[in-house]
């Protein structure tokens, strides 16, 4: 229903949200109706967080490949990280290349190599980095959004490989940042729930992959580190929309952050977008001009123009 | 200047516009300052191409790998191209992995694989596609921005790896798309202009790589394809921030697009927003509060409640 085929250019006039596959599994275009509502999503989380007055960040798709296997996003997640590979040679290697290539089936990607730059899994990995060696007067909170990527190896409705997520991180103490935490996780539960999706908050873990993946997951369960808010997105599945989580010292110890000259910890609230436009489609349709009046205007959908 | 070392934490609550280098070359964070001016720009540029009523696209920062060997990218930019690889074995294979890794100096990503996504290298690319086999009673008008990804070899400033690109393309018969195209120019320039940045218009090339560059790059001077504008960024250099292009049918051709019954043309007008930034603060400073009232107002800087 929210993914059409090609030919699509009908679908960019239209009043209905389409997220429009590329073709490649989990990559794909909104349509100007689609993104009207991530615009009112993102408005709508930063007036809600407005009294934190988080530092606004804007951080690209792309981060050193380095910091994920510093932080041991490697070690858990192998399968999911996407790394990028370049041609590095002359232009005369390049036509020698071409070449061989008219001679044998060689392919013209077979020189790369892969470069010191990997896609970003998570907003918050930018934004740890920014605080090394820092010890902090108190907490610091900060908000970004990036496109982050994830090599999913399955392609059911909502699992994009390619997706928007807003982030509102806190590096503090300890009982700080679980205090934050939790209250993020009532906020998010009540923001979903004005939107009129049908929301549940479950403790959670990470996809961890491989022989540690069992015993990280019930680890993280055990010292209640995640909750998702889950909510219906459509095809009859039910999926994690938002999240919240306590890192402890997983991302201060590495940067040697401190605050008020202790080993700093850190949260984050974290949002789907593209998500909840999925379960706002639904929820209600996917014409915005009929959805319920009290949703158009959580989303500003009137002072938008959306008719 | 405009690129500060780690700790950078004090430039986030900074008045200074400053993007912040990540460690990797060409891979910056924008603080919240820096990004206020980049909202300028884009608000200022949608205003700016209202009368056009541009379909408004969201699209995000990777691409088909296929999409990009069928319109001749890899052959023009091999050099600036970047692919995404990904370990696909299996839990078992990579615990294998790790125990060969123990033993040897095996590298974690030594078996991952080329997939079927690449980085974006500009933003027009996703739009074409949609117009697959179509043909269009007339012409279209679409904008999009996206973070962009080019492996740049050299490192200067202005020279990002990931950078934002606001375009608008128009998918046209030829006479139509030369108009227009010639439209945007005069419009880019006095837009730039209007910012207080001192623009030269000039016949450009994209750098095409390899045997076929020489011969690639005069044609596209000869045949007045595509303009830049240039303007001081700072340290000395001068670079493009904004150019305009006419595609011929490069892009319609391989997608079959039609309009009223003929080949499709097309034409873009691009802006690359950090480097308008970079020139901004070479031209006026790097604290937005000091700058002229007239270009704090063509980017609504009072309004957004920069100080």
Redesign the interface.
């Known amino acids: 229903m929210t993914t059409v085929e090609?030919?699509?250019?009908q679908s960019?006039?239209a009043a209905e949200a389409r997220l429009?596959n590329?073709?490649?599994p989990g990559?794909?275009?909104?349509?100007?109706v689609?993104?009207s509502i991530?615009t009112g999503l993102r408005e709508s989380l930063l007036r809600l967080a407005a009294p934190q007055q988080a530092?606004?960040?804007?951080?690209?798709?792309?981060?050193?490949r380095?910091?994920l296997?510093r932080v041991g996003y490697?070690d858990g997640f192998?399968?999911?990280?996407?790394?990028?590979?370049?041609?590095?040679?002359s232009?005369a290697d390049?036509?020698r290349l071409?070449e061989a290539r008219a001679a044998t089936d060689a392919a013209?990607?077979q020189e790369?190599q892969?470069?010191?730059?990997a896609?970003l899994p998570a907003t918050c990995h930018?934004i740890y980095?920014?605080?090394?060696?820092?010890d902090?007067p108190g907490p610091?909170v900060?908000t970004a959004e990036a496109?982050c990527?994830r090599?999913e190896g399955t392609h059911e409705l909502g699992r994009l490989?390619?997706?928007r997520m807003r982030e509102f991180v806190r590096i503090a103490a300890p009982d700080d940042c679980i205090r934050w935490r939790d209250d993020w996780m009532e906020q998010q539960r009540a923001w979903l729930t004005s939107l009129g999706l049908e929301t549940s908050v479950e403790p959670a873990s990470d996809p961890f992959?491989?022989?540690a993946?069992r015993l990280m997951k019930a680890t993280q369960r055990e010292q209640e580190l995640k909750f998702e808010l889950r909510v219906p997105v459509g095809d009859g599945l039910v999926q994690a929309v938002a999240s919240c989580n306590y890192h402890k010292e997983h991302f201060g110890e590495p940067f040697g952050i401190r605050v008020a000259g202790e080993p700093a910890h850190s949260a984050c609230a974290a949002f789907g977008l593209e998500r909840i436009v999925l379960a706002l489609i639904a929820a209600h349709g996917d014409i915005p001009a009929d959805w319920p009046q009290h949703v158009r205007s959580v989303l500003s959908l009137d002072d938008a123009g959306v008719a």
Not at 27 to 32: D, H, I, K, Y
Not at 129 to 134: A, C, M, N, Q, T
């Open positions: 090609p030919p699509s250019w960019l006039r429009i590329t073709g490649v990559v794909s275009v909104g349509n100007a689609f993104e991530v530092q606004a960040l804007g951080v690209p798709p792309v981060v050193s380095g910091l296997e490697i192998p399968n999911l990280v996407g790394t990028v590979y370049s041609f590095t040679g232009g390049w036509n071409q013209w990607y790369q892969i470069s010191e730059v896609l930018h980095p920014l605080f090394e060696g820092v902090l610091a900060l496109h990527y090599h490989r390619s997706f992959f491989g022989s993946a």
